[in-house]
């Protein structure tokens, strides 16, 4: 008999679209899984691939605006991940950033979690979260606190119920083990190269695309080009959209959320993509490559494992790295860039983003899975 799947993941909306949806989208192409989440509004979505798909939900799908922040029940989640019953599975597949690697699961079943990263908001951005929170001050602020240590226990409690882990970038298997003490193999998430133009010729003007929220460092950038006065173009949009825009002087356009032909026209044009987030893995950097666009971003993270420094690479660079979140560093970094400009093969850049292709994810993640799965017979 075939065996049965379920793939869980932590919510599916149409603002959703990020790199940890890209994973499932590419793991129900090949693996016939029931899908399950703690909300899903995609499948009443006519333009997205899940409309009119059975998905499994939580009692969190009813609560009042959950479509547009289901992270306000965020101290919910834990009870909610553990109500799904997916006892008539035999392998159960997630995809989480926070809680749904966190579901029952019996002696009898497998559990592989492609592990985007820890559960953020208790871990690596606790002490951002509270001093952007409304409820991070204060006797509030203690009960946040609280609450946030008891999400780090059950955090970890729930990483035993994970047969295998798979992490996004060698950083997040870094912090897997840190937070969690697990092992983890691997698999770079999948870019899709071919829907991205590539043009060897650019424009005269940087471009960043990222969530407009603090920890994206978007305002670094920012004030950095404010001094720069070089041309930069901001897409995107967030809590720190008002924010960015009153200090943004003229050489700087926000143009908000913009529709995926816009950001890929601009992408191929840029002279440059400009980052200083410390990003897990970073599918926007594999992005620019694959138009051949050169990266500046701050060195840390996973663009190390997708961006190669020109200084340390030569011919084959494909960005520069600036060391310190700051608008100085960063200022440098560009006027280094505009003296190695000439140095940077858009072509190579391209096939150097070909490696995070869907097809060599697609191998090596069902690669993995029929290893797991094929040392089950011992457990029985």
């Known amino acids: 008999m075939p065996l049965k799947y379920a793939l869980v ?30 909300i899903d509004f995609e499948s ?9 798909r059975q998905i499994g939900k939580t009692f969190l799908q009813h609560f009042p605006y959950a479509r547009n922040g289901v992270q306000k029940y965020l101290p919910l989640w834990p009870l909610a991940i553990e109500q799904l019953d997916l006892r008539q599975y035999d392998v159960i597949l997630s995809s989480s950033h926070a809680v749904a690697k966190g579901v029952l699961t019996t002696s009898e079943q497998l559990h592989i979690c492609y592990c985007h ?12 979260y509270l001093r952007h929170s409304n409820v991070g001050s204060g006797l509030a602020g203690w009960m946040t606190r609280y609450l946030l240590h008891r999400l780090r226990q059950w955090d970890v409690l729930s990483a035993n119920r994970v047969d295998y882990f798979i992490a996004n970038s060698q950083h997040i298997a870094r912090r897997i083990w840190r937070c969690y003490r697990r092992e983890a193999t ?6 899709n190269i071919e829907a991205f133009p590539f043009f060897s010729q650019k424009e005269d003007f940087y471009l960043t695309v990222s969530r407009l929220e603090s920890y994206k460092q978007v305002a670094l950038i920012v004030k950095a080009f404010n001094q720069l006065k070089r041309p930069l173009v901001v897409i995107g949009t967030g809590t ?24 890929k026209k601009y992408m191929a044009n840029a002279k440059a993509f400009v980052y200083a987030a410390c990003e897990d893995f970073g599918i926007a950097l594999v992005e620019a490559q694959a138009c051949g666009t050169p990266v500046i971003a701050y060195g840390a993270g996973g663009a190390l494992e ?51 292709s869907p097809q060599i994810f697609a191998e090596r993640y069902l690669d993995f899975l029929e290893k797991c799965n094929a040392k089950r017979p011992s457990w029985k």
Not at 117 to 128: E, V
């Open 9 to 38: 993941h932590e919510w599916l909306t149409p603002k959703a679209t990020g790199g940890s949806e890209l994973v499932v989208r590419e793991i129900l192409n090949h693996i016939d899984a029931d899908l399950y989440a703690l």
């Open 186 to 191: 691997v698999i770079y998430p999948p870019v």
């Open 240 to 263: 720190e959209m008002k924010k960015i825009r009153e200090m943004a002087d003229s050489n700087i356009q926000i143009l908000g959320w913009q529709p995926d032909n816009v950001v």
């Open 306 to 356: 997708t961006v190669r420094d020109i200084h340390s690479c030569g011919d084959t660079g494909t960005g520069i790295f600036f060391k310190k979140q700051t608008e100085e560093a960063l200022v440098a970094a560009v006027e280094k860039f505009e003296m190695y400009e000439g140095l940077f093969s858009p072509e190579y850049m391209r096939s150097h983003a070909a490696q995070f």
């Open 44 to 52: 009443s979505n006519s333009e997205s691939y899940l409309y009119k």
């Open 117 to 128: 990263s820890p559960m953020r908001y208790a871990w690596d951005l606790t002490f951002d």
